[in-house]
């Protein structure tokens, strides 16, 4: 599989302060990497770090499977923060004017346009956009130039619902249609969680965690506790008809990871068998809850 990004041991110091702490990340072909953590984490330094307009202190960053760096970073396109747009010129003036720094024919401008969902925005200026639209000009500016890899720093930071959903239904197109490759920054996991493949939680400068989408969910699914008086007669009822490995037993407590919808049959089984339950409950963690308790908050 190609790898798009891998960084080792990738830090940035300032002053006393990690910013970046051997970071070790990869991104292969194809992933809408999620990459989370609280404000001040050091995602945008690791962002600066990986399009080179900041310097790491300590370690390595390769590129494409190790393409030479000015290659590699033309490959890249980029919206950190809030974009710098041209508020008097609309958003085909705007893409004309960065096409200078970045290329573009007349013709991807236009392509573009389309693709962000501004083609029809025809003298509106970038000033009067609503916020939505400004960050889809920014990701309009970094799509200049036909990018594999698109670094977006905190893109539906501050947008309402509608803005989000534009946000996020454009970031999917670009990586099913386009095949782009896609580094996104968030603190809103829910909202990330609707279209990352695989995440990396960053937490005061350090990667504790990189996990597919998959495995996340798998790790946030619902359980079944049942609180009783004795584990192993209730362990051993329930391995009647449930496979051992969704049965655990912790503390006074029975957790099963599968027949949940069963939860009011099984009581009944263990009150006819003589073991006290002193409650049972759905237990549902949240993307939010396990992010939280990842990083200690
Ligand atoms: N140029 C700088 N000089 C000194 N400290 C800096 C500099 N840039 C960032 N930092 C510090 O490095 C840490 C990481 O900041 P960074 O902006 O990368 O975090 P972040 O996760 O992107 O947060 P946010 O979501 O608030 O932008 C913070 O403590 C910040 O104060």
């Given at each position: 599989?190609?790898?798009?990004?891998?960084?080792?041991?990738?830090?940035?110091?300032?002053?006393?302060?990690?910013?970046?702490?051997?970071?070790?990340?990869?991104?292969?072909?194809?992933?809408?990497?999620?990459?989370?953590?609280?404000?001040?984490?050091?995602?945008?330094?690791?962002?600066?770090?990986?399009?080179?307009?900041?310097?790491?202190?300590?370690?390595?960053?390769?590129?494409?499977?190790?393409?030479?760096?000015?290659?590699?970073?033309?490959?890249?396109?980029?919206?950190?923060?809030?974009?710098?747009?041209?508020?008097?010129?609309?958003?085909?003036?705007?893409?004309?004017?960065?096409?200078?720094?970045?290329?573009?024919?007349?013709?991807?401008?236009?392509?573009?346009?389309?693709?962000?969902?501004?083609?029809?925005?025809?003298?509106?200026?970038?000033?009067?956009?609503?916020?939505?639209?400004?960050?889809?000009?920014?990701?309009?500016?970094?799509?200049?130039?036909?990018?594999?890899?698109?670094?977006?720093?905190?893109?539906?930071?501050?947008?309402?619902?509608?803005?989000?959903?534009?946000?996020?239904?454009?970031?999917?197109?670009?990586?099913?249609?386009?095949?782009?490759?896609?580094?996104?920054?968030?603190?809103?996991?829910?909202?990330?969680?609707?279209?990352?493949?695989?995440?990396?939680?960053?937490?005061?400068?350090?990667?504790?965690?990189?996990?597919?989408?998959?495995?996340?969910?798998?790790?946030?699914?619902h359980k079944l506790i049942f609180t009783v008086d004795d584990v192993q007669k209730t362990a051993a009822i329930f391995a009647e008809t449930i496979p051992a490995e969704?049965?655990?037993?912790?503390?006074?407590?029975?957790?099963?990871?599968?027949?949940?919808?069963?939860?009011?049959?099984?009581?009944?089984?263990?009150?006819?068998?003589?073991?006290?339950?002193?409650?049972?409950?759905?237990?549902?963690?949240?993307?939010?809850?396990?992010?939280?308790?990842?990083?200690?908050?």
């Amino acid at each position: 599989m190609e790898t798009i990004l891998q960084t080792t041991n990738l830090s940035r110091q300032f002053g006393k302060k990690m910013a970046v702490n051997n970071v070790n990340m990869t991104i292969h072909k194809g992933d809408i990497y999620g990459f989370i953590g609280k404000n001040g984490a050091g995602k945008t330094t690791f962002m600066r770090l990986v399009l080179g307009t900041a310097f790491p202190s300590k370690g390595e960053i390769k590129l494409f499977d190790g393409e030479p760096f000015d290659k590699a970073r033309r490959k890249i396109g980029s919206l950190i923060e809030a974009p710098g747009l041209y508020k008097n010129c609309t958003a085909y003036e705007n893409l004309k004017q960065f096409s200078l720094i970045y290329g573009g024919t007349d013709a991807e401008i236009k392509e573009i346009l389309f693709l962000v969902g501004l083609a029809d925005t025809g003298n509106k200026k970038a000033g009067k956009f609503s916020l939505g639209m400004r960050q889809r000009l920014g990701i309009a500016i970094a799509l200049l130039g036909n990018p594999e890899f698109l670094v977006l720093d905190e893109p539906v930071n501050g947008l309402d619902p509608a803005g989000m959903k534009e946000v996020r239904d454009l970031i999917l197109k670009l990586n099913h249609e386009k095949n782009i490759t896609i580094l996104i920054s968030s603190h809103l996991l829910d909202e990330l969680s609707k279209i990352v493949t695989r995440y990396g939680i960053i937490n005061d400068g350090m990667l504790i965690e990189e996990v597919t989408a998959a495995e996340l969910n798998e790790r946030c699914q619902h359980k079944l506790i049942f609180t009783v008086d004795d584990v192993q007669k209730t362990a051993a009822i329930f391995a009647e008809t449930i496979p051992a490995e969704q049965i655990r037993i912790a503390g006074n407590q029975v957790i099963l990871s599968s027949h949940l919808e069963e939860a009011a049959e099984l009581n009944k089984r263990l009150v006819q068998q003589d073991v006290a339950v002193n409650s049972f409950w759905v237990h549902a963690e949240g993307l939010e809850q396990y992010f939280m308790k990842r990083i200690g908050g």
